[in-house]
């Protein structure tokens, strides 16, 4: 037992050191960030998966303490919280034979919670404001309005009667409302990429992985579709009620079932166009097409996804035929 406690120790100090070499890394050189930031979590899920949740959690909080001689306590709390949680969430759920969905969900939730406990840090100890939010708020939708000028939808917004002063101000209320969507989303898709990396790192290992289908055979149970009507009853309601927190609360429900119904949507579209009996050049016209009407293409999809997840338009065609499994909730139903 006391060789197994030494083992466990020693792999834990290593891994601790290795994720803190990774968090350092993305924080010295900000443009590896990005990728830093989709692996290092690998070394706590591949610990919680290798010996246990305890473990984890003290690699974890070893990892914060080496990367705060470096960075200072609270951009420490901030590096660690934002993807340890995550890391020690998914080695628990991974390990414990959890759906891949289901992962999914609950690596969302500790993205969204690390996010906000983050934001919270910032506000109470960092000296963060709401006027600081605002101010970057204002800075994106000045980008935003920049690209398009350069692109010329301003002149197609002027001609529907729509001043850039009154689409900025718009721009900004709207940013405004969405935000907690926005977090949701941004929580959502840190999990998936997370997830996708160390999965792959756990099966080059020949540790145990949550399956995954191909992205094509992505799809979600009927029943989410109740979110929609929700998001948009409480869009309604609030409106006619007068409630503007009804209001947004139910547009950040629509906003964020909107990307998560594109992304079905895309789903569902490279699986026909996979299934194209096409030539290559009529498949790469059709690509292009898509391209030179984007906005058109993203309402599409939205439409899209929202349509398979009622009707399971692969299953209708020869795909996903079981259609038990796809009632079940997993990204992996229907394969």
Known sequence: MARSEASSLVEGALLAALTAV????????????????????????????????????????????????????????????????LGLVYGYLFKAKVGTARALIGGALAAAVSSAMGIGVVFLVAGGSFAQMDHQMRVMVDVFMDAYQRAGILEQFAQQGITPEQLRSDLIKFMRVLLPGGLVIGATFTALINLVTSRLVLLRLRLPAPD????????????????????????????????????????????????????????????????????????????????????????????????????????????????????????????
């Open 22 to 85: 990774l968090v350092l890394i993305g924080y010295v050189i900000p443009p590896l960030m990005i990728v830093t930031s989709m692996v290092w979590t690998s070394p706590i899920v591949i610990l919680v998966i290798r010996r246990n949740l305890k473990v984890g959690v003290m690699a974890t909080i070893v990892a914060g303490l080496l990367v705060m001689l470096v960075t200072g306590p609270v951009q420490a709390f901030l590096l660690i919280i934002n993807f340890g949680v």
């Open 212 to 335: 995954l289908p191909p992205f094509r055979e992505w799809q979600l149970p009927w029943y989410m579709v109740w979110g929609v009507i929700v998001g948009l009853g409480l869009w309604l309601a609030g409106d006619y009620y007068g409630r503007p927190t009804v209001v947004a609360v139910g547009q950040n429900i629509l906003f964020v079932y909107a990307f998560i119904l594109m992304v079905i949507g895309l789903a569902v579209l490279i699986y026909f166009y996979k299934n194209m009996k096409l030539s290559p050049l009529m498949k790469g016209l059709l690509i292009a097409l898509l391209i030179l009407n984007q906005r058109f293409v993203m309402v599409a999809l939205v439409g899209l996804g929202l349509f398979d997840t009622l009707f399971n338009y692969r299953r209708l065609t020869g795909g996903n035929k079981k259609e038990g499994d796809s009632r079940e909730g997993d990204p992996e139903a229907g394969r």
